[in-house]
């Protein structure tokens, strides 16, 4: 049986920020939210996440959980805040957080120095490791955490400087009854798809900040892809829309494809 949500589609993609790590004038930094029947998902905390919620008109008690892909501050940097906004509504539901294993100590020690401790919130927060490849249930929906090369250059680094420092990175397979989503969150290369690509799929929501718009075409073209929403592209892509359309046209070969704007709403 093929569930739907409360607009009679298969899932829904709310776009609230799209933006790079760069500042911004018109994109506010990753914040997506997945309504994949009942189920409401949020992907990452960029500072889009707050302005977004709010906007959407959504119930503070109806997030069924958060999946933080890596810990860079345009991914995570607006946590705290969206903490704050659910204490101050009064959420009183568990939280279930699934994020990489390393950045759970120092984002609870980050909740209590904003103030946020335990015994504040009045909503109990559980804390998940992902791990590479294992499948867990989110709400509704199946959600697998596929390793990036994301941060692989500065785990080399930076790592032996700082050996505390968390580097893993995770795309996302967000699988619901009769429906595929695949969100790449940041790649390191174009093969760091290839997981997300064993199967069809209905939504691949792509980065295109940290691949090179050719071998990630290359890799693309021909799959059984139902639509492409890109996002979180770099400035000189962005600020030169029609040419970057007009190039992944020509290098997709007719998979049908969109740019994300911070607001954009897609559906399956």
Same mark, same amino acid.
């Given at each position: 049986m093929t569930s739907t949500n409360a @607009? #009679?589609?298969?899932a829904t993609l709310h776009c609230w920020g799209v933006g790079? #790590?760069?500042?911004?004038?018109d994109r506010r930094h990753s914040a997506y939210l997945?309504?994949? #029947? @009942?189920?409401r998902l949020l992907v990452d905390c960029g500072d889009g996440v707050n302005a977004g919620f709010f906007a959407s008109g959504l119930e503070y008690?109806? =997030?069924d959980g958060v999946l933080l892909s890596h810990l860079h501050s345009d991914h995570v940097g607006g946590f705290s805040l969206f903490v704050q @906004?659910?204490? =101050?509504?009064?959420r009183r539901r568990s939280l279930p957080i699934h994020l990489p294993g390393s950045g759970i100590a120092p %984002?609870?020690?980050? =909740?209590?120095?904003?103030? %946020? +401790?335990?015994?504040? %919130?009045?909503? +109990?927060?559980r804390w998940?490791?992902?791990i590479a490849g294992r499948k867990f249930r989110a709400g509704k929906v199946n959600v697998t955490a596929y390793p990036t090369t994301h941060l692989e250059s500065l785990?080399?680094? =930076?790592?032996?400087?700082y050996p505390h420092i968390g580097f893993e990175a995770f795309s996302f397979l967000l699988e619901a009854p009769g429906v595929r989503v695949a969100h790449t969150a940041d790649l390191g290369a174009a093969t760091d798809l290839v997981p997300l690509l064993s199967k069809p799929l209905d939504l691949l929501v792509c980065e295109l900040a940290h691949v090179e718009l050719e071998p990630l075409a290359a890799l693309l073209r021909g799959r059984p892809i139902g639509k492409i929403v890109f996002m979180h592209l770099a400035r000189e892509l962005w600020e030169d829309l029609p040419k970057t359309r007009k190039r992944l046209k020509t290098l997709l070969g007719g998979i049908p494809f969109t740019i994300a704007k911070d607001g954009d709403r897609f559906s399956v």
């Open positions: @607009d #009679g589609n298969r790079d #790590g760069w500042p911004s004038m997945y309504h994949f #029947g @009942d189920t008690e109806e =997030l @906004d659910l204490w =101050l509504n009064q %984002l609870k020690a980050w =909740l209590e120095a904003t103030i %946020l +401790p335990p015994a504040l %919130l009045g909503f +109990p927060i998940t490791a992902l785990r080399r680094a =930076l790592q032996p400087r």
